[in-house]
Nanobody
Framework: QVQMVASGGGLVQAGGSLRLSCSAS????????TGWFRQTPGKEREFVAA????????DYTDSVKGRFTISRDNAKNTVYLQMNSLKFEDTAVYYC????????????WGQGTQVTVSS
């Protein structure tokens, strides 16, 4: 069963940068869009950013606009999340997920990657 594989997390000081990567466990897998979500203990998972594969159209939650950039590499079938000016409140487990068909829920998930921002 296909899963989304997220990587690139780590420990960084506030103001620093990290780049997360996301790809499907099956190279031939394709979807309408790929999104990044994050979750901290005791809180619901929240949407961070998403990108449509065909058009490259991107969407962000307000708290990361101007700091995070989502992009995709069609040749590598990989989505990236460049995170700059990181804040303590960005600390979370970051997950990527696939929206197979436009308008349907993100239903292909995998293990996340931990991002820890020290203040």
């Amino acid at each position: 069963q296909v899963q989304m594989v997220a990587s690139g997390g780590g420990l960084v000081q506030a103001g620093g940068s990290l780049r997360l990567s996301c790809s499907a466990s099956e190279r031939t897998f394709s979807s309408y869009a790929t999104g990044w979500f994050r979750q901290t203990p005791g809180k619901e998972r929240e949407f961070v950013a998403a990108i449509v594969w065909r058009s490259g159209s991107a969407d962000y939650t307000d708290s990361v606009k101007g700091r995070f950039t989502i992009s995709r590499d069609n040749a590598k079938n990989t989505v990236y999340l460049q995170m700059n000016s990181l804040k303590f409140e960005d600390t979370a487990v970051y997950y990527c997920a696939a929206q197979v068909v436009r308008g349907t829920p993100y239903n292909i998930w995998g293990q996340g990657t931990q991002v820890t921002v020290s203040s």
